[in-house]
């Protein structure tokens, strides 16, 4: 008989066997507890959390990834790639403007890779000669100077449309500002035919043979606004043809945005080039010019745009009890089609009123130019006067308007408001920085003429955000004011990147704007780039004379009153 296992050894050996095969069993059960998760369906033993092979494939190859990351196999790759991402960036930033970094108040970093190009095409066809075209074409422009200028260029690219001969436009001596100037005193009418005549055939009067040969006044035709070419040629070339002489009254903005390439690098042509101010008034802007370049070696132009008229059709309330609005409503009534007045703070509220003068020097203050900063503010006549403007004239001391800086000069031409814009027109867009303050037409055109020279630094408010910004400035720091209020500017600023074609051509005339090539080689272009990627994802705007500089290194605040 066998002796039993037992019997061979001592109790104390015995023990000390149990335990060590107890803990072998312990180790067993977790060991086999694991690999459990690990078999593929229906291999174990029932039901017990089944894992499919494509999960633990899956599992393994992440891990593999993760291994590889960290290091450093894949480095190479990602570099590659992020370096793309900064060139990319650098030329597509939407909302910090030109790369991600902050922007120089002053001058748009981006603006040397655009130039304006209008030049005719290979295929363009010559005009046709005066006798031989469809016939005459009359215009009667409508509103101050830029709503007439604006008028004045879709004349032209309609005269184009429908082969006729224009008649320099005559303009409107019945609007709000009662001036009785005539396209020459204002324009350089020689000039204006020489130049379009490679595009139509201008002429200063319709000839007297026909005019003779009328039986009837000439034909009057109110076009709708924003017609489109085919309009033109359905509605108007067949009267035209008919009668010879067709006159289109009330003139502004009858022609659409929207039209092929060489009708809108026409638009260009007359807009930035034919429509040439007098010798008088070009002698007159360019002296006011030199005044403020003598004095600074840059400046900004604000076009504060606070004048009754312009509150009155804004509907806008400031305070003041009823008699300002009484004031402004009767002013209001010369617009026939104008919605209701929006309760009181509302129409604040969703942007669609100008600034007061002392909240575009706080704007200008917290976008970082100091009180140093010479500014020069055209404008007709301040609704409020001098108590209006004098918190403007606290925070920018070097204050200077046309009549302190010409007040003799500046006589013969006070009679008539629309050769005063156009003086006013040549200062601003001489200016290192135009400011707009309502997007009104002159904020339209000049801000379209600055984008075609050059991209010149053209700033508008973002007036929803900013208006919300003000009620809430007491309750901050100046730094955290500073710093909402460039966060609010940001894609307001006029860098090439805030174009937007499709909407208005006049302010955004993207088929006149050229790119050039873009050379990463170049050492500009190569520093440019450096400076986009160093930035990461701070955004702000910058500035040498920054006395808010400390604001920058603020963290932003990423939940900015809210849309």
């Given at each position: 008989m066998r002796e039993s296992k037992s019997g061979r050894y001592s109790a104390g050996e015995l023990v000390s066997a149990n335990n060590n095969h107890r803990k072998k069993l312990k180790r067993n059960r977790r060991h086999r507890r694991w690999w459990w998760l690990w078999l593929p369906a229906g291999l174990g033993k029932g039901q017990r959390r089944r894992i499919p092979w494509s999960v633990v494939c899956g599992v393994i190859l992440f891990v593999l990834g993760l291994i590889s990351l960290?290091?450093?196999?894949?480095?190479?790759?990602?570099?590659?790639?992020?370096?793309?991402?900064?060139?990319?960036?650098?030329?597509?930033?939407?909302?910090?403007?030109?790369?991600?970094?902050?922007?120089?108040?002053?001058?748009?970093?981006?603006?040397?890779?655009?130039?304006?190009?209008?030049?005719?095409?290979?295929?363009?066809?010559?005009?046709?000669?005066?006798?031989?075209?469809?016939?005459?074409?009359?215009?009667?422009?409508?509103?101050?100077?830029?709503?007439?200028?604006?008028?004045?260029?879709?004349?032209?690219?309609?005269?184009?449309?429908?082969?006729?001969?224009?008649?320099?436009?005559?303009?409107?001596?019945?609007?709000?500002?009662?001036?009785?100037?005539?396209?020459?005193?204002?324009?350089?009418?020689?000039?204006?035919?020489?130049?379009?005549?490679?595009?139509?055939?201008?002429?200063?009067?319709?000839?007297?043979?026909?005019?003779?040969?009328?039986?009837?006044?000439?034909?009057?035709?109110?076009?709708?606004?924003?017609?489109?070419?085919q309009y033109y040629l359905d509605e108007v070339l067949p009267t035209l043809l008919r009668r010879h002489v067709v006159q289109l009254t009330k003139f502004d903005y009858r022609l659409a945005y929207d039209l092929d390439e060489?009708?809108?690098?026409?638009?260009?042509?007359?807009?930035?080039?034919?429509?040439?101010?007098?010798?008088?008034?070009?002698?007159?802007?360019?002296?006011?010019?030199?005044e403020m370049r003598n004095m600074a070696k840059r400046y900004i132009a604000v076009h504060l745009r606070f004048e009754p008229d312009m509150l009155a059709f804004s509907g806008c309330y400031y305070g003041g009890g009823d008699k300002v609005r009484d004031e402004l409503g009767e002013i209001r009534k010369r617009w026939k089609t104008l919605p209701d007045i929006l309760s009181d703070g509302e129409a604040r509220k969703q942007g669609k009123c100008p600034l007061t003068p002392h909240e575009v020097g706080l704007m200008l203050r917290a976008l970082g130019f100091n009180n140093e900063t010479y500014i020069y503010v055209a404008s007709g006549e301040i609704y409020g006067g001098e108590a209006t403007l004098q918190p403007l004239r606290e925070l920018f001391p070097n204050f200077y308007t046309k009549e302190m800086l010409a007040s003799k000069e500046l006589q013969p031409f006070l009679p008539f408001s629309s050769r005063l814009a156009a003086i006013d027109y040549i200062v601003c867009d001489q200016s290192d920085v135009f400011v707009t303050n309502y997007n009104g037409n002159m904020a339209k055109v000049l801000a379209g003429r600055r984008r075609y020279m050059g991209h010149k630094r053209t700033i508008r408010p973002n007036a929803r955000k900013l208006s919300a910004l003000f009620l809430q400035r007491e309750n901050m720091l100046w730094t955290t004011f500073s710093k909402k209020v460039k966060s609010a500017q940001r894609g307001f600023m006029g860098e090439p990147d805030d174009m937007k074609p499709g909407l208005n051509f006049h302010e955004y005339p993207s088929s006149c704007i050229c790119k050039k090539s873009f050379n990463y080689s170049h050492p500009d272009n190569k520093r440019m780039t450096n400076n986009a990627s160093s930035y990461g994802h701070e955004e702000g705007v910058n500035s040498r004379d920054n006395d808010a500089s400390s604001s920058l290194a603020e963290k932003e605040d990423v939940d900015f009153l809210v849309d």
């Open positions: 960290f290091t450093g196999h894949v480095a190479s790759n990602l570099e590659w790639y992020s370096q793309k991402l900064i060139k990319h960036r650098f030329w597509y930033s939407k909302k910090g403007g030109f790369g991600h970094g902050p922007i120089d108040i002053w001058k748009s970093k981006s603006s040397k890779f655009y130039y304006g190009c209008s030049e005719r095409g290979p295929h363009y066809a010559p005009p046709v000669h005066e006798p031989l075209s469809n016939g005459y074409l009359l215009i009667a422009t409508s509103g101050g100077l830029n709503q007439q200028r604006i008028g004045i260029t879709d004349a032209v690219v309609v005269a184009r449309i429908l082969n006729a001969t224009l008649v320099v436009p005559e303009l409107d001596h019945h609007s709000f500002w009662k001036d009785d100037s005539d396209f020459a005193n204002i324009f350089d009418v020689d000039w204006f035919i020489s130049f379009l005549a490679k595009d139509i055939q201008v002429v200063k009067r319709v000839p007297d043979k026909y005019m003779r040969a009328l039986e009837k006044l000439p034909y009057t035709k109110l076009v709708p606004r924003k017609s489109e070419p060489e009708l809108q690098r026409l638009r260009c042509r007359v807009n930035y080039h034919a429509l040439r101010f007098t010798k008088p008034l070009q002698k007159l802007g360019h002296k006011l010019v030199m």
